[in-house]
């Protein structure tokens, strides 16, 4: 259901509308959505924001956009809870508490379809075959768990193509860390008691596995295999040492601790984690707030939003009661398949949880204040040392990355008020030029970012910077040029004496004048990050390119290798560099590849 007209008629609209659960989105004259909201009366709810006598400030501005409202209905207000959250990640309206959380959980992964599996961090797609424990809060927590699971099961946790082409245990195996199964050092069967403990062990089943050891123990003592008897008596020792050290008192099987602080219009929530007693540590998280908003608006939008798409622990504890609990509890209860606790009433143990995560909220929000707070300081002695009239709101750098002319990529970097706004960096492969000339290369890069922006993609930089000399900004001029932009100032950063940092030149735009800001400047250490984070993202993608053309240039010089038999290769053994360490035997075995096919390659690396 949708309607248009010139002026929005709110009250005639509202007529229109059933006293039934659902969602509703609007939108203001040039399309663009403001805010999403459910109801569990929609005509009640919509109602609200046009017979209002009086309004707050901050709503009135928004309702005075609206030139356009749609709804969709929905079975109950649960339903309208969830999609309401949808639509808010996926959309990113103007106007709502939006969760900024674009990172991927990582997980354990333990391979399958093997008689050897292995463990590893995964972050990501979850393609591979096989089981993935998870998600965990941080890249520690997975590390720390892979940690305990070389010490106690000895599980592999190198890559298939490292482990294919061992010939003797390598240094895990000295350590005690692995019991090299890569050189048959234990039996399939015997290892594969081990990754059954050790999944048993990531799925909260620890007692479980002391108990089964006990008994394994038992048995091998009263065979008079002693050794055996002692090896899984030291296991036990470890795997209750371990408990003992991180189990949490007083914390359930599966529990999150969720506490809010606001306060100079950022709002920071802490979460820390426990999972099967134990805990995984703690995230903190900034979410946008676009109006003014209460501690428990914020908690209940994030805990929507956060649970969307993860697995959802039996028991939620906050500082505060949230008007939407039991309704949050239903929503995420009927997606989780268990029922899910709200709790903002607790004591002992699970008071000092809340404590803790408080502090943590305090010190993450006074440190992000304290960095905006330079970061503001630091465009303000930009504009100063430039002399604008207004303080820049968005800087762009470019830099190029290749090697001897190979794999050139060019980087774009946006910076704002706020700092790094990584969502709009841009890379650049660089074709069809002189390989190693650099000027020809940030010309493309330039000529293909401003091009797009004359076409009405994307918003103009305040502020151009350019990694180089006057060579790249007159090629950043001439650019700008031909194009007709005249409101992009553009700045040359060329290296200083010795090309110390700190010492930088400036080289201004068409005039040519050149500025030494001199270490101690505030707008030279912003400008110094913008230049970095360039060369970081440009470089980063350079190796990747490079790598990428590495991998499959010399299989493709290989009559009879076409995509699939090359990605055939790559895949069995590992990587290029598998495929260069494997025996003619070897690569025989690989599916589409005759021996005669395999002698060829075997050449090519061994010539």
């Known amino acids: 259901m949708s309607t248009a007209t010139t002026q929005f008629d709110g009250k005639e ?89 674009d990172k991927s959980y990582p997980y354990i992964y333990l391979s399958a379809g093997e008689d050897f599996p292995r463990m590893a961090f995964h972050r990501g797609a979850k393609r591979g075959k096989g089981t993935y424990f998870g998600p965990f809060p941080s890249a520690w927590a997975v590390r720390e768990s892979l940690n305990h699971m070389q010490k106690l099961f000895l599980v592999r946790q190198c890559e298939d193509s490292y482990f294919r082409n061992r010939s003797r245990p390598c240094l895990q195996y000295q350590i005690k860390r692995c019991s090299a199964p890569c050189v048959n050092f234990i039996g399939k069967d015997e290892y594969g008691e081990s990754v ?8 909260g089943k620890s007692g479980e596995v002391i108990d089964e050891s006990i008994a394994a123990m038992e048995r091998a003592s009263t065979a008079l295999e002693f050794e055996q008897a002692a090896r899984l008596r030291d296991q036990i020792a470890t795997l209750k040492r371990l408990l003992a050290k991180n189990y949490v008192q007083g914390a359930s099987a599966d529990l999150d601790a969720i506490v809010c602080r606001l306060k100079g219009g950022i709002a920071c929530i802490s979460v820390l984690y426990f999972r099967n007693g134990v805990s995984l540590g703690s995230r903190d998280f900034f979410p946008k707030l676009p109006l003014a908003a209460s501690q428990s608006d914020v908690l209940t939008s994030f805990i929507a939003q956060y649970y969307l798409d993860k697995p959802v622990p039996r028991e939620l504890i906050v500082e505060q009661a949230l008007d939407e609990a039991a309704l949050l509890s239903e929503a995420l209860g009927a997606q989780a398949g268990h029922e899910v606790e709200i709790k903002h009433s607790v004591r002992a143990e699970r008071a000092r949880f809340l404590e803790l995560a408080a502090k943590n909220a305090d010190a993450a929000l006074a440190a992000r204040l304290a960095s905006n707070e330079t970061q503001r300081e630091r465009f ?21 990355s290749h090697t001897m002319g190979e794999a050139t990529v060019a980087s774009c970097v946006v910076y704002g008020a706020d700092g790094p ?15 190693g000339d650099d000027y ?18 994307g918003v103009l930089p305040d502020i151009l910077l350019i990694d180089g000399g006057k060579g ?44 030494w800001p001199g270490p101690e400047s505030a707008a030279l250490h912003l400008i110094q990050n913008v230049r970095d984070e360039a060369h970081r993202f440009a470089i980063t993608g350079h190796r990747k390119q490079r790598q990428k053309a590495r991998e499959t240039s010399r299989l493709e010089d290989i009559a009879g290798i076409g995509a699939k038999r090359r990605s055939a290769l790559l895949k069995h053994f590992g990587g290029l560099a598998g495929v260069g360490n494997a025996g003619i035997e070897e690569i025989a075995q690989v599916k589409g590849v005759s021996r005669e096919l395999a002698e060829r390659i075997y050449a090519l690396f061994h010539a």
């Open 440 to 457: 020809a290369a940030m010309r493309q890069a330039l000529e293909r970012r401003f091009q797009r922006a004359q076409a009405g993609e």
């Open 380 to 400: 303000e002695a930009l504009r100063d040392l430039l002399g604008l009239d207004e303080v820049p709101r968005r800087l762009e750098c470019f830099d190029i």
């Open 196 to 203: 059954r403990h050790a999944a048993m062990f990531l799925d």
């Open 421 to 435: 706004e990584k969502s709009q960096y841009r890379r650049y492969n660089i074709a069809g030029i002189e390989p």
């Open 13 to 101: 609209f509202v007529r229109t509308l059933a006293n039934s659960p659902g969602v509703y989105r609007m939108f203001d004259a040039a399309g663009e959505l403001l805010y999403v909201g459910k109801a569990g009366n929609l005509k009640k709810r919509v109602g609200s924001y046009f017979l209002k006598p009086r309004m707050e400030p901050r709503i009135a501005a928004m309702v005075a956009q609206i030139a356009r409202i749609e709804t969709t209905l929905t079975r109950t207000e649960g339903e309208a809870l969830l999609l309401e959250s949808q639509l808010i990640k996926s959309l990113k309206p103007r106007y709502n508490i939006l969760l900024r959380d």
């Open 472 to 515: 790249q900004v007159a090629q950043a001029l001439e650019v700008l040029s031909d194009l007709a932009i005249v409101t992009v100032l553009v700045i040359g950063v060329a290296k200083g004496v010795e090309r110390r940092a700190g010492h930088e030149t400036l080289i201004l735009g068409a005039s040519g004048k050149t500025l």
